[in-house]
């Protein structure tokens, strides 16, 4: 199995993060990682993601949300339909802070038979930069005068 887990800290509270975070059909207009999503956010429904990795091709998958708990918790589970050859559980969580200020989680346990062809040493670089834009956009609608990052 390998994992990948990285976090970062938004300067804005979790309703606004999960906000970004659940809107799926605007992923193409802030997500470097997942540039296209849709489908309805609710437990036991079917997302669809388009994934571009650094490095390697792109990829669409159909992945069952497994879990949700509003503002803190989002999980969803993808595979490629031929069992052993690859299952992706990703799950972010929101973790409230002080000052209206939340930290994201942003981790992904991968297995099957792909699974080092999927998370290699530039997938956790792909997570951060999807978690830095995340954060940009929670934040300039939390702070709508907060100049932009160039």
């Not at 969803?76 to 990703?90: E, Y």
């Not at 994201?104 to 297995?111: K, P």
Request: charged share 25%; aromatic share 8%; proline share 7%.
């Amino acid at each position: 199995m390998k994992h990948v887990h990285t976090s970062i800290d938004i300067e804005a509270p979790p309703s606004i993060v999960w906000d970004v975070l659940t809107d799926l059909d605007a992923y193409h207009e802030w997500n470097p990682y997942i540039t296209e999503a849709s489908g309805e956010v609710a437990e036991g429904s079917i997302v669809k993601i388009h994934v571009e990795p650094t490095g390697r091709r792109n990829s669409a998958l159909r992945c069952e949300v497994t879990e949700l708990v509003p503002e803190r918790t989002l999980q969803w589970v993808g595979s490629l339909g031929v069992p052993g050859l690859f299952t992706g559980r990703h799950t972010f969580e929101l973790e409230p802070l002080d000052d209206d200020r939340t930290r994201l989680v942003n981790r992904e346990e991968v297995s099957g038979l792909l699974a080092r062809f999927v998370v290699t040493d530039e997938t956790p670089l792909d997570y951060d930069w999807m978690n830095q834009a995340l954060a940009r956009r929670a934040e300039l609608r939390f702070n709508p005068q907060r100049p932009a990052e160039t």
